[in-house]
């Protein structure tokens, strides 16, 4: 069996946060922001929050797959920015959709959390274990951001995608998923409650600290891999593909992909201008946008790929 799409939906804040806006209170610029991100305006939550944006996009997916809560048995949710430890985000959402009969969990693998959570909904489905799935990815990474540091706290913003999966005869199309704990040092986000620190305070070390250029080395370089691998095990070239989701970290680093693909950037779309780097949530995001444009056609193959903290990276096929 294979997990198929069936319906996506989106939340994204009320509130416009434009380079503009930064430029007030940290020391950048429109211009820089924009050269080395593609980043123009960001979503900043306000009444928002991770349960909220992923209950709104969980509601939205559903009503457009004419699927029932009582249908889902699984809710996946990727997040590292819920706003309580327990309970978990996803049992939150299960709660206010009234999914009665699902379980519901979440995962925690930063930026390629969605990608991750998509291989793990398809591994349920093919074991027999589940029948219908949601996968959600929602961050309120302005929770995490410390809003002195330019270096960091222009690159991220708010909002939540999710996508219904529900079972259909096929087979399991390829995916990888990979981790590098050694280099977790690369980007790290210690816990408030964590023993022996100032609970609860502003500590620095709470706030998400980043080597931008070993982040970048690493995207640029193991992402076409991860796709290349999913391309090898499906007998496809990249001109086969008809889209590429990549996370939405940074225009660079997606130009960089297409570029070491060897393939048209008019397959890669972007939406980073608009949103910034929403972590986990910025897939499904896109996901949504191109299908509510009815951009997909039926048949058409696509590949998903995520990269963050972890390290963490992967990539899966997927056919419209
Ligand atoms: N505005 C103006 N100047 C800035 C800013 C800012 N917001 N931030 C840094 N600078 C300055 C630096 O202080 C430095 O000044 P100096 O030369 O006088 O020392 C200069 O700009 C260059 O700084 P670098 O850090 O070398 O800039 P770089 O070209 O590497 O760009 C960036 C930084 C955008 C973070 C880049 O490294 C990057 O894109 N990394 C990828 C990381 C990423 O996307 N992470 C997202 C989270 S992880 C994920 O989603 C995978």
Same mark, same amino acid.
């Given at each position: 069996?294979?997990?198929?799409?069936?319906?996506?939906?989106?939340?994204?804040?009320?509130?416009?946060?434009?380079?503009?806006?930064?430029?007030?209170?940290?020391?950048?610029?429109?211009?820089?922001?924009?050269?080395?991100?593609?980043?123009? @305006?960001? @979503?900043?939550?306000?009444?928002?929050?991770?349960?909220?944006? /992923?209950?709104?996009?969980?509601?939205?997916?559903? #009503?457009?797959?004419?699927?029932? +809560?009582?249908?889902?048995?699984?809710? *996946?949710?990727?997040?590292?920015?819920?706003?309580?430890?327990?309970?978990?985000? &996803?049992?939150?959402?299960?709660?206010?959709?009234?999914?009665?009969?699902? &379980? +519901?969990?979440?995962?925690?693998?930063?930026?390629?959390?969605?990608?991750?959570?998509?291989?793990?909904?398809? +591994?349920?489905?093919?074991?027999?274990?589940?029948?219908?799935?949601?996968?959600?990815?929602?961050?309120?990474?302005?929770?995490?951001?410390?809003?002195?540091?330019?270096?960091?706290?222009?690159?991220?913003?708010?909002?939540?995608? !999710?996508?219904?999966? %529900? /079972?259909? %005869?096929?087979?399991?199309?390829?995916?990888?998923?990979?981790?590098?704990?050694?280099?977790?040092? &690369?980007?790290?986000?210690?816990?408030?409650?964590?023993?022996?620190?100032? !609970?609860?305070?502003?500590?620095?070390?709470?706030?998400?600290?980043?080597?931008?250029?070993?982040?970048?080395?690493?995207?640029?370089?193991?992402?076409?891999? !991860?796709?290349? #691998?999913?391309?090898?095990?499906?007998? *496809?070239? !990249?001109?086969?593909?008809?889209?590429?989701?990549?996370?939405?970290?940074? @225009?660079?680093?997606?130009?960089?992909?297409?570029?070491?693909?060897?393939?048209?950037?008019?397959?890669?779309?972007?939406? *980073?201008?608009?949103?910034?780097?929403?972590?986990?949530?910025?897939?499904?995001?896109?996901?949504?946008?191109?299908?509510?444009?009815? %951009?997909?056609?039926?048949?058409?193959?696509?590949?998903? /790929?995520?990269?963050?903290?972890?390290?963490?990276?992967?990539? /899966?096929?997927? #056919?419209?």
């Amino acid at each position: 069996m294979i997990g198929k799409i069936y319906g996506t939906g989106s939340s994204l804040p009320k509130r416009i946060v434009s380079n503009d806006d930064l430029a007030k209170i940290v020391d950048t610029n429109d211009a820089w922001i924009r050269e080395r991100t593609g980043v123009a @305006r960001r @979503r900043i939550i306000k009444e928002e929050t991770t349960v909220s944006m /992923a209950t709104e996009a969980a509601k939205k997916a559903l #009503e457009q797959s004419s699927i029932t +809560a009582e249908e889902v048995d699984l809710i *996946l949710v990727s997040t590292i920015s819920s706003e309580v430890i327990l309970p978990c985000t &996803a049992c939150e959402v299960q709660k206010n959709i009234k999914a009665v009969n699902a &379980a +519901a969990f979440d995962i925690n693998a930063a930026c390629a959390g969605f990608l991750f959570g998509y291989n793990t909904a398809q +591994a349920y489905i093919a074991a027999g274990m589940a029948k219908t799935v949601l996968v959600i990815g929602s961050e309120s990474l302005s929770n995490l951001v410390n809003w002195k540091d330019r270096s960091t706290c222009i690159l991220f913003g708010d909002g939540a995608g !999710a996508a219904v999966l %529900k /079972a259909e %005869k096929g087979k399991l199309l390829p995916s990888v998923s990979h981790s590098d704990g050694k280099k977790g040092e &690369a980007l790290t986000c210690l816990s408030r409650h964590r023993k022996g620190s100032p !609970a609860r305070t502003r500590d620095l070390q709470a706030y998400m600290q980043m080597d931008g250029q070993s982040v970048f080395k690493f995207a640029v370089k193991k992402v076409p891999k !991860a796709v290349e #691998e999913v391309l090898e095990e499906a007998g *496809l070239k !990249a001109d086969d593909i008809d889209y590429f989701i990549l996370h939405q970290a940074n @225009r660079r680093i997606v130009e960089a992909v297409a570029k070491r693909l060897k393939t048209d950037i008019e397959k890669f779309p972007m939406n *980073l201008e608009e949103y910034g780097n929403t972590s986990s949530a910025s897939i499904p995001i896109l996901l949504d946008e191109m299908n509510r444009k009815g %951009k997909f056609i039926k048949g058409q193959k696509i590949i998903l /790929a995520g990269f963050g903290a972890g390290l963490s990276w992967g990539a /899966a096929l997927l #056919e419209w």
